[in-house]
């Protein structure tokens, strides 16, 4: 048996953090399914009370301990394996600062953007997807000009605020409408330098459940 589960499904981002971490600490995990499209299983009353009361993934479970909330599986994990762990109280409150601006501004608006536009039956409303496509457009800015001059988030290392960052960005171009990489370039460098790290994996081919049954 593995040492970690991680309950989770492609389409998730918010499961890819966590996924794409295990993999770049090198450690000994196994995804555990959640169908979360035909079955909405994270919305039943067994879920909730066995697996996770918010009604979420990503839910990394080791021994006995159950985490939810892609940040906190990171900070653990980071802790645990001393990789991709700021470094210093500086560096984790920077971390932090661009964690939770990743959480509420960049994947915040990115994920249900790209659910309601390409996941959603039937799609959202026109005016809905504007909104969160302009406030996610304004959040990638930032980040793009946050990397303009260094090669990750808090400098010369990467640590768990990048790896939570590109949650829903290696996500296919048209599941959003336009192409990340190609519009941010900064952002697109270092998405690259993210997939050159030992152990990067795409979410299609990291997570189980895709593609999604019609």
Known sequence: MAEYELYCFAQ??????????????GADWAPVWVDFFAAGQTRTPDYR?????????????HGDRKLSQSSVCLTYLARRSGKLLPQGEEQELEAWRWIVFDNQKVNGMLG?????RTLAKPPGDPAVLAFLEGRAKGALAVV??????RPWLLGEQPTI?????????Y??????GFDIAASYPNIGAWLDRLKALPGWKHPYDLMPGHPLKA
């Open 112 to 116: 249900p953007y790209r659910f309601l």
């Open 171 to 176: 996500y296919p171009a048209e599941e959003f």
């Open 144 to 149: 793009d000009k946050r990397l303009a001059d």
């Open 12 to 25: 998730s981002g918010n499961a890819y953090r966590v996924a794409l971490m295990l993999d770049l600490i």
């Open 49 to 61: 009370s066995d697996i996770n009361e918010m009604g979420e993934v990503p839910v990394l479970r």
């Open 161 to 169: 605020a990048d790896v939570s960052m590109c949650g829903y960005l």
